[in-house]
């Protein structure tokens, strides 16, 4: 599966901000889709997961209750929609695919898109 992720920018602490990822490819009933993040001088780190069928999510603690994945089907598209941003969220984010439903490592994932960037500004 291809993945291209878009969304990324500038924003204000506090603010909220939605990331895109476009898939294709074929079976997309069978993958798990994933965020990632990472920042500058840090290891990748899982953010949040979506089942494509049963939609079954699940997030990193530090971001429950503020980030919301999604996905529509018609669109080929998984989203993370982030709201009340810290500095900390700042980083690369990347989205992934695997058929190992339940994962979170990045070893897990076999599909990666190239990353999208925002910084937070106080």
């Known amino acids: 599966v291809q993945l291209q992720a878009s969304g990324g920018g500038l924003v204000q602490a506090g603010g909220s901000l939605r990331l895109s990822c476009a898939a294709s490819?074929?079976?997309?009933?069978?993958?798990?889709m994933g965020w990632f993040r990472q920042a500058a001088g840090k290891e990748r780190e899982f953010v949040a997961a979506?089942?494509?069928?049963?939609?079954?999510?699940y997030y990193a603690d530090s971001v429950k209750g503020r980030f919301t994945i999604s996905r529509d089907n018609a669109k080929n598209t998984v989203y993370l929609q982030m709201n009340s941003l810290k500095s900390e969220d700042a980083a690369v984010y990347y989205c992934?695919?695997?058929?190992?439903?339940?994962?979170?490592?990045?070893?897990?994932?076999?599909?990666w898109g190239q990353g999208t960037q925002f910084t937070v500004s106080s």
């Open positions: 979506i089942g494509w069928i049963n939609s079954i999510t």
């Open positions: 490819g074929r079976t997309l009933s069978s993958y798990l």
């Open positions: 992934a695919a695997t058929t190992r439903f339940g994962a979170s490592r990045t070893t897990d994932f076999g599909s």
